[in-house]
Nanobody, 125 residues
């Protein structure tokens, strides 16, 4: 069992930056690939970024490439999402998720076994 708790969301102006974090419980964090998803009002939840178990492999949805960076610190059981050049369309609830099986971090929701409660990111124009 893994419990995930996101933090760091908030309100920022367009063009600004924000970092969100996800802290995991347990001693097996290193064995999970991790992903970030987001859900905007009235829209389905979508993949944002993923990172492999060891951190060497990353994947991003095209709309955030070059602006978002996913990273992890296995010693601290934490995965991060650094966001720069934020746009109003980045406004959403951001969720982290743990993927036990794929190793690289899937783009597909159903591959993930554990989810955090989400943190709100609001980008004003």
């Amino acid at each position: 069992q893994v419990q995930l708790v996101e933090s760091g969301g908030g309100l920022v102006q367009a063009g600004g930056s924000l970092n969100v974090s996800c802290a995991a419980s347990g001693r097996t964090f290193y064995s999970y690939a991790m992903g970030w998803f987001r859900q905007a009002p009235g829209k389905e939840r979508e993949f944002v970024a993923a990172i492999s178990r060891g951190g060497a492999g990353t994947d991003y949805v095209d709309s955030v490439k070059g602006r978002f960076t996913i990273s992890r610190d296995n010693a601290k059981n934490t995965v991060y999402l650094q966001m720069v050049s934020l746009k109003p369309e980045d406004t959403a609830v951001y969720y982290c998720a743990a993927d036990r099986d794929t190793g690289w971090g899937s783009r597909t929701e159903h591959e993930y076994d554990y989810w955090g409660q989400g943190t709100q990111v609001t980008v004003s124009s």
